[in-house]
């Protein structure tokens, strides 16, 4: 069974830093792209970025360029999205995904997180 357990969720004061943790198990990712996704009441899910669990090559929405970063640890089968320069636009659940494209439309990501809620105090 495959299993996506994101952890690392809090409330921050803007201009804090946050790190979210993407667990993975019940399968091999070596092939897929772990993406990361966010989204608020009333909103569609936003693509924030995504890595290529093999080789590493990372890819950032515009919103989140130069303040986030993906990385991916192999032995433990585990995505990280570190937050900083954090701003109370960025408060929305944050979830991780997986899928064999690299692509920003969260219809074709084949597993997904239960999410967790990030929230950035002005």
């Known amino acids: 069974q495959v299993q996506l357990v994101e952890s690392g969720g809090g409330l921050v004061q803007a201009g804090g830093s946050l790190r979210l943790s993407c667990a993975a198990s019940?399968?091999?990712?070596?092939?897929?792209?772990m993406g990361w996704f966010r989204q608020t009441p009333g909103k569609e899910r936003e693509f924030v970025g995504a890595i290529r669990w093999s080789g590493g090559s990372t890819y950032y929405a515009d919103s989140v360029k130069g303040r986030f970063t993906i990385s991916r640890d192999n032995a433990k089968n585990t995505a990280y999205l570190q937050m900083n320069s954090l701003k109370p636009e960025d408060t929305a659940v944050y979830y991780c995904?997986?899928?064999?494209?690299?692509?920003?439309?969260?219809?074709?990501?084949?597993?997904w997180g239960q999410g967790t809620q990030v929230t950035v105090s002005s």
């Open positions: 995904a997986a899928s064999k494209l690299l692509t920003v439309a969260p219809g074709l990501y084949d597993y």
């Open positions: 019940g399968r091999t990712f070596s092939s897929y792209v």
